[in-house]
């Protein structure tokens, strides 16, 4: 490299205010601060916008300066609440921006100058408080002219689908097109949706998301993972397959979905076998782009949609249709205030007596880079015969995730044709050898599927290499969720005023079971009240925080010599 410099743009007599954050910046922004802090994990975004080598270093600088001018997601900082209070965004009006101008050496190799330039500018991560989400560096070829703009950006600043909006918006700058029409409306800013979002609207739109949220958590399994209990540790599998890709684009053609939806499908349905419940309970990642207002806006606009698809079927197809509803539903009420959830969760839980888990998370971000119109053609304009040895298995650094037990990540590769299934899991919940087993597992069932559309998942002949999860005698499937019945017996022996236990299981008129805790209370020698079914109910209720496949039993028999009181 030779010839590096710096150069400052400057910024001044743009709006300058505060505001409380959106809730796509507040979903990104805490997982920024728990994620990064704990794990070491680089929430940020490296990206470059290649250049045809006809613009100047003027000219260039010049679209870069308005191109940060006309977003001020580029120029914000983010202050943390005091005393409890919400973190707040505050955009600033007036500022500098360096950037790094370094020019390759004859013979160089770009790429591998790109990723040592990006590595640079990603020493240190951003400084949310003072710092705005966004570093450049100008990378011109041998000859000086500009090559590549590469960019580092704050996931809280943008999100994936803002960077082509930045690099359309930086080309069309270059190119002397207008970026938007003067006469049309005003540019949607984070500012502005922070507004609409503190509104009544926005308050009574929580509110109905709120209410849909709670309505599939009602009906969804306590755990996906009742009853694992491997190794400690992580583990990364990637999975790239040509025959899973083709028959990804039958079946959604022949259903009239997106591939993304063929994907989740398969997954869940995999996910739920294991577990030996007919629900899959997890959270997807949905970009939130619906409406005009918000197609343009350079902002993390993402939620995370709380989904509960029935997958019995019969047939795989059934189960696709099935999670596109699903999935739909759960869009319609995906803008929600993030802080609600955790509250939500918890209160679906406590009514239901038991402690739910959603640490399963699915990303599906194919369209970044895929071309929509893949999705509609026919798999003979697609796909050639692919045959079975056209895939790849390969292992990857893993990567730790608070709160999560198993993410599933679907891409597309930029430069690439195929399709990237990525599974990241703790293995004390999902071992080592079941990532791989997973990910084949989904081409086995897709590729099956394809081939015999309508035949009962069932009647399938294929012997799948993820096994279900052995479980004792002593565990019983009740609402949906797993509960380990001699876990319960303990956790009720436990408890202070409790001297012997046991569980009684019988099934309603529609064959449902049902648990009645009879419990016989330590005698007071002091002479004082009996113990009260309440009073057990509530210490059982305080055990839950800590037993993880325990659930409250329906009802309660407390006996004593002279009486027997029952309850619900």
Known sequence: ????????????????????????????????????????????????VELDGTFSTEDVLAALRQVVAAYESLRTVYLPGAGGAPPRQSVEGEGRLPVRITRMAAGADPESETVRLHT????????????????VTLLLAPGGAPFRVLLYLSHVALDGWALRILEQDLRDRLAGRPAADPAGPRRTQPLDLAEQEQSERGRAMNRRSGAYVRKVLDGAPRSMFAGASGDPGAAHGELRSAPMDAAARTIALRCQVSTATVHLAAFATLLARRNGTTRCALKTIFANRVGADRQGMVAPLASDVVLCPDVSGPAFDDVVRATHKDTLRGYARAQYDPADLDGLIA????????????????????????????????????????????????????????????????????????????????????????????????????????????????ASPHDYLVRPLVRGDDWLLTDSSWADLGAMRRALLGLEPVADAELLVDRDAGGVPRVTARVVPHARGDGGRPVTVREVRRAYEAALAVLPDVVLPHYYIVERPQFRAASH
Do not use: C
């Open 1 to 48: 490299m030779t010839d590096a410099q710096t150069f400052q743009l400057d910024f001044a007599g743009l709006r300058s205010v505060q505001a409380p954050l959106t809730w796509g910046q507040r979903v990104i922004y805490e997982a920024v601060l728990s994620r990064t802090e704990a794990h070491g994990y680089d929430y940020n975004i490296k990206y470059f």
């Open 120 to 135: 640079r500018m990603a020493e240190s991560g951003f400084d949310l408080s003072h710092e705005w989400g966004i570093r």
């Open 347 to 458: 209160a679906a839980g406590e009514a239901r007596g038991l402690r739910l888990d959603l640490s399963v998370l699915h990303n599906d971000t194919t369209l970044l880079f895929g071309e929509p119109a893949e999705r509609t053609r026919t798999p003979e304009d697609t796909a050639e015969q692919q045959s079975a040895d056209d895939r790849s298995f390969s292992w990857a650094a893993p990567f730790a995730l608070p709160a999560l037990k198993l993410y599933y990540n679907v891409s597309s590769e930029p430069d690439g044709p195929r399709t990237v299934h990525r599974l990241v899991a703790d293995t004390a919940y999902l071992p080592r050898d079941d990532v791989r087993g997973l990910l084949l597992d989904l081409e086995t069932l897709l590729t099956e599927s394809a081939r015999r559309p309508g035949v009962p998942m069932a």
